[in-house]
């Protein structure tokens, strides 16, 4: 079992920045790959970036390449995900995820996510 708690959300402006954390608690965290994922009012959760287990690969969706960069702490259980040039297409709640596997889709564990709204 591996528990997720996200923090760092909030209400920002359009330009601005934020850098949101995940917290990781239970089973080594390195063995798990993590991912960052968001749902918007009215809309399905998408996948937003990912990172291998030990944070030597990454990917991430093209709405947010070149903006956001994910990035992650083994030996403080942290994985953060750092979002630049926020639009108010990026208003969501942001939920991390990890996995043995880095993939764009299925996560077994999930954090219960922080909203971030960014107004225009």
């Known amino acids: 079992q591996v528990q997720l708690v996200e923090s760092g959300g909030g209400l920002v402006q359009a330009g601005d920045s934020l850098r949101l954390s995940c917290a990781a608690s239970?089973?080594?965290?390195?063995?798990?790959?993590m991912g960052w994922f968001r749902q918007a009012p009215g809309k399905g959760r998408e996948f937003v970036a990912a990172?291998?287990?030990?944070?030597?690969?990454?990917d991430y969706a093209d709405s947010v390449k070149c903006r956001f960069t994910i990035s992650r702490d083994n030996a403080k259980n942290t994985g953060y995900l750092q979002m630049n040039s926020l639009k108010p297409d990026d208003t969501a709640v942001y939920y991390c995820?990890?996995?043995?596997?880095?993939?764009?889709?299925?996560?077994?564990?999930w954090g219960k996510g922080t909203q971030v709204t960014v107004s225009s």
């Open positions: 995820a990890a996995d043995p596997l880095m993939r764009r889709y299925y996560y077994t564990y």
């Open positions: 239970g089973r080594c965290f390195s063995s798990y790959a």
């Open positions: 990172i291998t287990r030990s944070g030597g690969g990454t």
